[in-house]
């Protein structure tokens, strides 16, 4: 078992998905049965240990190379405060309370809600707190415009980026496949981390920006 969770990687432990939590406990479960059983051989516990841990690897490199399949199993982060405040829509999807809310900015160390920009419902069950900075217009929350080489392209529809103003950020690198991760700001700037070289910054126009 430990053997398997070691090959699933640090995030079985830390950061555990829904689907890799399932598989986790599946392990402890299967592991189980063979001890407690003295008529089943402790070495046919392997097997199905091998195998789930071989479940648990699969989908886990597929996510990585398909944003859709990343989606569909992890799900995705949910914005639950912004400028407006708490968004009572999204804490519904999410099964949350207000005090709910409350408490994870709470436990983040920002009791006073009136300090809080962006409040997020990580996909891994985490809460993070965007605070602001010198007023609300100062703070920033980038909107994501690649992941692992693939554009994200109903993002790219919000702030009005096409591939003619994409092509033009992503001079300087060796093309989309090797943006490891981007995304853009409300005044334009974009933020680029590619796999082969240096992470970098450029201006480009966005959608309701001024000329």
């Given amino acids: 078992m430990f053997l398997a969770v070691r090959l699933m990687g640090k995030r079985q432990i830390g950061e555990m998905q829904p689907f890799e939590f399932v598989i986790t406990m599946l ?18 516990g392997i097997v199905p240990i091998v195998t ?6 699969v989908p886990a490199f597929l996510c990585r190379r398909r944003r859709a399949l990343r989606r569909l199993a992890d799900g995705s982060s949910v914005l639950v405060v ?7 829509k999204n804490i519904a999807r999410l099964n949350m309370s207000v005090d709910d809310v409350v408490t994870s900015c709470r436990s ?3 009791p006073d809600l009136s300090l809080v920009a962006y409040a997020i419902a990580e996909s891994n069950g985490k809460f993070s707190v965007v605070p ?5 217009n100062c ?4 909107l994501p415009l690649a992941e692992d080489g693939k554009p994200i392209r109903e993002n790219m529809e ?14 300087g690198c060796k093309g989309m496949k090797d943006v490891q991760y981007m995304d853009i700001r409300p005044d334009g700037t974009v933020y680029v981390s590619p796999a082969s070289s240096p992470c970098y910054t450029r201006k480009t126009r966005v959608k309701g920006a001024a000329p």
Avoid: H
């Fill in 27 to 44: 392990l402890a479960e299967v592991a189980c049965l063979p001890m407690n059983d003295p008529a089943i051989p402790l070495y046919t």
């Fill in 82 to 88: 912004d400028g407006r405040g708490i968004s009572a």
């Fill in 139 to 142: 703070t920033v929350l980038p």
């Fill in 158 to 171: 919000r702030c009005g980026m096409d591939d003619k103003a994409l092509g033009d950020v992503l001079r």
């Fill in 132 to 136: 602001k900075a010198g007023g609300e």
């Fill in 52 to 57: 789930l841990a071989f479940l648990g690897i």
């Fill in 108 to 110: 983040c160390g920002y």
